[in-house]
């Protein structure tokens, strides 16, 4: 069942990404409706599957986070993998055969880069675009993002060796080093803001920016490993094409090997394997290419990879580590979660000090007690999981531990439901509210600047904020004395939420924080009900015919709203002026059709609010400007682009113009 449910999820997740970050769904929304519904049933049903990461819970990639998308001229496909040693060899000796080849074969061996695959692109030697992998055949157009890159040449460079070719696609692998990872986790931390799990998420997160100076800050690198369409110039081993890139400029991983034997591949595996502790980055694996290009084309590829490359992934890092206390968190919703408190240790180059024990069952199951030596493993992309109690090492010192039975918060006595999962009921209890106010002002709901989780603490402890709408009744006064404040800080935080009130319906539904609502549900509810009058008054028969909505959605949707409780608090929040806008409203198609980029700083607005503003009214965001573009808006001091958007006769738009264009 499990495989089941992984399979369904991984469908889902793909056509998610189709939908929402690439703009080309393979299936109806009804067939989508359908695979959702069903794995719902099906998590309803074996609890146990349930996953915080699930597309049921939350789904990948953000309406707003619009960028072109970029047919590749050849499809970046993957690699197979091996397993083994003695898979490596018959793999050798299946090319061999496939060539009808006598003689050795000569590879190409590379460390495989854990971090976000790339093609970019130059014609006559200047770069013209820059594209994520996507699903492969279709990528996103990041090519501002790509160009903060340092070792990214934006000319080729021109040298003795080879000319200029016409065109020339090169691909290679984004990453962010261990120590610009846990730089930016750390900033991250204090900040408020959520932490990365690993380098290669920082890496896709920071890639997919729609504001470039955000990327530059996060020094993302690149080694460049490979090629799409050549045209003007001759390349006829891999090894060449390495010598070609350098030469125009590209940074190549100085680890490569080049024309080597089977046997020499292991032994590269056997090296880096042992070396991987040590380097600044992320590597998962090698990969082992047939350096000849002829033979290359010679094998061919199969329909999603090819068949003259593979790759030999390293077991997952393990590390012993001291489990220094398990905590217990309580979220936003009072259900108990425990901690794994780890003495800080290195794991692949990361530190590690904290591990998921995902529930109470979970320490049982592992069999570890607090004060216990443990085996941890920061496996692909999951944060640290322990992987067992290292049982000879105890000392008898270890305790037990013990499931509480009142809240660690506000020490009221816990229920257990018929989900087995433990809750704090208390809706006062101040864990609970800070948890939920957090939610309230992050990103996906109110998405309030500068509102980040210390601050979100500090109102909770001075008894300032206990509910949602106490956020709107914040004055200056209020927090003037706060720790690390000051003057212009407060005004912000005033203009923040003030410029927070206007919300689209679904951020607002999902800013309520109901039990099991995370952004998909709070989307589909918002296009499927008009407005929030009728959202209030559905029964639960009505919102379980919705596919999609399981009886355990339906069931915490129509309790909320039959709470009064929660029904004041939605009133208070609007007599405070929060006001929805609802997408099916006339002028959602104001600006459909339209393109908009932004030059220089507006002052009534953040630009990432303005470019919110132009999607919600239906025109797409460009980064750059081009004959094509309908309007740069051009704020104070603005770049280049204003010269280049007045050569081209692209209409622009003063700030005073652009705020009467939204605000009509
Ligand atoms: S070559 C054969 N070389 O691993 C051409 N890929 O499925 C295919 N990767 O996501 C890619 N380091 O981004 C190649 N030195 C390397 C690599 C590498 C990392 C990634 C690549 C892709 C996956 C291969």
Redesign the pocket.
């Known amino acids: 069942m499990q495989e089941e449910v992984k399979k369904l999820r991984d469908l889902i997740n793909y056509h998610n990404n189709r939908y929402y970050n690439l703009d080309s769904p393979e299936i109806s929304d009804a067939e989508y409706d359908k695979l959702l519904r069903e794995l719902i049933l099906l998590e309803e049903k074996y609890p146990e599957l349930k996953d915080e990461n699930s597309p049921t819970q939350k789904v990948g990639g953000n309406v707003y986070e619009k960028f072109e998308t970029y047919r590749h001229s050849l499809p970046?496909?993957?690699?197979d993998n091996v397993f083994n040693e003695s898979e490596l060899f018959e793999f050798d000796i299946r090319l061999r055969k496939n060539l009808k080849k006598e003689d050795e074969i000569l590879y190409t061996v590379?460390?495989?880069?854990?971090?976000?695959?790339v093609e970019v692109i130059y014609e006559r030697g200047n770069l013209v675009r820059a594209l994520t992998?996507g699903d492969g055949t279709i990528g996103e157009v990041v090519t501002e993002n790509i160009k903060t890159i340092p070792s990214i040449p934006l000319t080729l460079l021109k040298n003795s060796k080879y000319n200029i070719p016409e065109l020339l696609e090169v691909?290679?692998?984004v990453f962010i080093s261990h120590k610009n990872f846990e730089k930016l986790n750390s900033e991250r931390k204090a900040e408020g803001s959520a932490i990365f799990a690993n380098p290669r998420n920082a890496a896709a997160g920071s890639l997919r920016q729609l504001n470039s100076s955000i990327t530059k800050k996060r020094n993302l690198e690149v080694?460049m490993?490979?090629a799409g369409l050549i045209e003007g110039i001759e390349i006829n081993t891999q090894k060449e094409l390495f010598t070609a890139l350098k030469s125009f400029g590209f940074k190549i991983?100085p680890l490569?090997r080049f024309q080597v034997s089977i046997k020499e591949v292991i032994s590269f595996y056997e090296k880096l394997e042992a070396e991987r502790k040590n380097l600044p980055y992320d590597?998962d694996g090698i990969?082992i290419?047939v350096d000849d290009i002829n033979l290359q084309k010679n094998l061919g590829v199969k329909t999603k990879?090819?068949r003259?490359?593979f790759?030999y992934k390293f077991e997952s890092i393990e590390e012993t580590a001291s489990l220094i206390d398990i905590k217990v968190q309580v979220g936003r919703t009072g259900v108990l979660t425990p901690v794994a408190i780890l003495e800080p240790v290195s794991v692949g180059g990361v530190m590690v000090e904290r591990a998921t024990l995902h529930n109470f069952d979970e320490i049982k199951r592992l069999d570890i007690k607090i004060g216990d030596k443990v085996f941890i493993k920061r496996a692909g992309d999951v944060i640290p999981k322990i992987v067992k109690p290292i049982k000879h090492l105890r000392t008898g010192k270890e305790i037990d531990f013990k499931v509480p039975d009142h809240c660690p918060s506000c020490k009221v006595n816990l229920e257990k439901g018929k989900d087995t999962l433990l809750r704090c009921k208390n809706k006062e209890c101040m864990a609970q509210i800070v948890e939920r106010i957090k939610h309230f002002v992050s990103k996906q709901a109110f998405n309030i600047e500068g509102f980040g989780s210390k601050l979100v603490e500090q109102f909770v402890k001075n008894k300032l904020i206990f509910s949602y709408s106490d956020i709107f009744k914040i004055t200056k006064e209020d927090i003037i004395n706060f720790k690390n404040m000051g003057e212009k800080k407060a005004d912000n935080l005033i203009s923040s939420i003030e410029n927070s009130k206007e919300i689209t319906f679904s951020k607002f539904i999902y800013a309520l924080g109901l039990n099991h609502f995370g952004e998909y549900l709070s989307n589909l509810v918002a296009e499927k009900f008009e407005n929030f009058e009728t959202l209030k008054n559905t029964t639960r028969e009505d919102f379980e015919a919705v596919y999609g909505i399981g009886t355990i959605a339906a069931d915490s949707i129509t309790s909320f709203f039959k709470d009064e409780e929660n029904l004041k608090e939605i009133d208070k929040l609007f007599e405070r002026g929060v006001k929805l806008v609802y997408k099916k409203q006339e002028n959602s198609n104001l600006l459909s059709g339209k393109s908009f980029c932004i030059t220089g700083t507006l002052s009534f607005i953040t630009r990432s609010k303005a470019e919110d503003k132009i999607v919600e009214l239906g025109g797409t965001i460009k980064k750059s400007v081009s004959k094509n573009l309908s309007f740069l808006i051009a704020g104070d001091s603005p770049g280049s682009k204003l010269d280049k958007a007045k050569n081209l006769n692209v209409p622009i738009l003063s700030e005073q113009e652009f705020k009467q264009l939204i605000l009509f």
């Open positions: 970046m496909l993957s690699v590379e460390p495989k880069m854990d971090g976000v695959a992998r691909r290679g692998e080694f490993y490979g991983n490569n590597i990969v290419k990879s090819y003259w490359a790759a």
